[in-house]
């Protein structure tokens, strides 16, 4: 096999984004657009990628040498292209960097969406020895260069949308963008090339003539998936190639198994925070409703059901749980884990460091960050419980909190099993409810509860006999 290097034209602007973001830094599912296509060049085994850049260099370049080791083991460069000249131009930038002895593959930074046995096949079709274009047939082909053949289907070269008579503007068939060219004849064409056309720019496509011309063969891979071959160009774009990217998700769950309500509503996603791949690992049987957004590292255990209008990050969900409607749950860094058969929500929040046991409940308008909680603990209803470590069979009241930051420093909260703490307490920490203990609703507790024990701190009810409310004075 011979050896490839990936060519990735990233330096364009990307003015119909309206955006400060260099356009191949957008992202899809989470992930920037260079990064989907640095991913294709591991797929297919690449030795090399070349990156060239332009506009926003230094941005992405940042943004993109620590994603070299995720992508895979190629060898990661970057050149720059300044000012931009056209495509031709760009190319001719990487022409140091390439060894003679492999296959140039070119990629455009901003095409997310081409799959690897699509390249593959085309690499095939180069064999080595061919100039290999990628073309596929659009309804609308205007802006893009036609292919043009000759009687008898060969190949003649491409002609740019603006250099081309009406009759080639009638081509329905136009170049994707991506070639696969053996890098010695690569480089003899790019020596050759002028900006003598239309636009004042070096195009790459001016090399397929120069293949005819040479003799050299030129193989049109000609696939009618235009999706793997889309651009993006504006938000518009973008968003269309998400929901085709993420029905592409949704699909292949299904085919797992896995029970979407529907495909067309499920996000899986990066987790841009922290790097973190979207994958979404599940058990057999489990269901999701619609609205779903995954990010991260998200995995459920068999029969997990997950509500509708769930945001779940970086989080492990074990079998048989249930997560209604509305929850959100968010481990980033730390993870967050809900135990076997734990009820959680509708409108919960879970945030890192909240690790549940079995059976666990947690309702309503209950936060939890950074806390144990042993199996069979509650929280019903408007709690917050951060950085506890809370017991077996614990009932956490309604409105109750542990008061865990003094305004510089944590503290931990201890409960210990089967501790039940009455509706509205405030549990300053760092503080211990012994087992068994009960406390009082209402209480401020800053001193431990020994276990078996009732602690109380509220002020003492008083009741004032025929107590008269003081009345409104009848209008003049
Ligand atoms: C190019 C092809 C056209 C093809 C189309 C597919 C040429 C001359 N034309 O069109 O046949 O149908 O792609 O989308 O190649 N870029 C640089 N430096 C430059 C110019 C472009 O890095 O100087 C990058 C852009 O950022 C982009 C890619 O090259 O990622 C393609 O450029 P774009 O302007 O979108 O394509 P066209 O030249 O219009
Ligand atoms: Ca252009």
New binding site residues.
């Given amino acids: 096999m011979t050896p490839l290097d990936i060519l990735i034209?990233?330096?364009?602007k990307g003015t119909r984004m309206k955006s400060r973001i260099p356009k191949v830094l957008q992202r899809l599912a989470g992930r920037p657009l260079l990064h989907h296509v640095l991913d294709q060049a591991a797929h297919l085994g690449a030795r090399s990628a070349i990156v060239?850049t332009?506009h926003g260099a230094a941005e992405v370049e940042a943004a993109t040498a620590g994603a070299e080791s995720a992508a895979g083991t190629f060898d990661l460069k970057f050149v720059r292209?300044e000012p931009?000249?056209?495509?031709?131009?760009?190319v001719q930038q990487a022409v140091p960097h390439l060894r003679d002895d492999g296959t140039a593959v070119v990629l455009?930074?901003?095409v997310p969406l081409t799959q690897a046995d699509t390249l593959r096949a085309l690499v095939a079709a180069s064999a080595g020895d061919r100039l290999a274009l990628l073309t596929v047939d659009l309804s609308d082909p205007t802006?893009?260069?036609r292919i043009v053949r000759d009687a008898q289907g060969a190949v003649q070269g491409?002609v740019?949308h603006k250099d081309a008579t009406d009759a080639q503007r009638a081509i329905t068939e136009?170049?994707?963008?991506i070639m696969a060219v053996p890098a010695r004849l690569l480089r003899g064409w790019l020596a050759r090339l002028t900006n003598d056309n239309a636009q004042g720019?070096y195009?790459?496509?001016d090399i397929v003539a120069m293949a005819v011309q040479d003799a050299v063969p030129v193989v049109a891979h000609r696939i009618t998936d235009a999706l793997q071959v889309a651009?993006v160009n504006s938000p518009l774009q973008l968003a269309e190639l998400e929901r085709a990217h993420q029905l592409r998700t949704a699909r292949s769950l299904m085919e797992q198994g896995v029970r979407l309500a529907d495909p067309a509503r499920l996000d899986l996603r990066d987790d841009a925070r922290t790097g973190v791949r979207g994958a979404l690992v599940c058990g057999q049987d489990v269901e999701i409703d619609v609205n779903c957004v995954f990010t991260g590292r998200v995995e459920l255990g068999e029969g997990v059901h997950i509500g509708a209008n769930c945001c779940i990050a970086n989080a492990r969900i074990a079998a048989g749980a249930v997560i209604h409607p509305f929850t959100h749950i968010d481990g980033e860094k730390l993870g967050a884990t809900v135990g076997a058969g734990a009820l959680i929500g509708p409108f919960a929040r879970l945030r890192p460091g909240a690790q549940l046991g079995r059976e666990v409940h947690i309702g309503n308008f209950v936060e939890v960050k950074n806390s144990t909680l042993a199996d069979g603990a509650k929280a019903n209803h408007l709690a917050y419980l951060g950085d506890a470590t809370v017991g077996e069979r614990v009932n956490y009241g309604a409105g109750s909190i542990t008061a865990n930051y003094d305004g510089a420093n944590k503290h931990r909260t201890v409960i210990e099993a089967d501790v039940h703490i009455g509706s509205n307490c405030v549990l300053v920490a760092p503080v211990t409810i012994g087992a068994g203990g009960t406390v009082g609703g209402g209480s401020t507790i800053t001193k431990d509860v020994p276990p078996g024990a009732l602690g109380v701190a509220r002020g003492k009810q008083v009741s004032k006999e025929n107590w008269h409310r003081p009345a409104k004075q009848p209008k003049a």
């Fill in positions: 034209m990233a330096a364009g060239i332009g292209q931009q000249l056209g495509t031709g131009h760009a455009s930074g901003d802006g893009y260069g491409i740019e136009v170049y994707s963008g720019e195009y790459l496509t651009g």
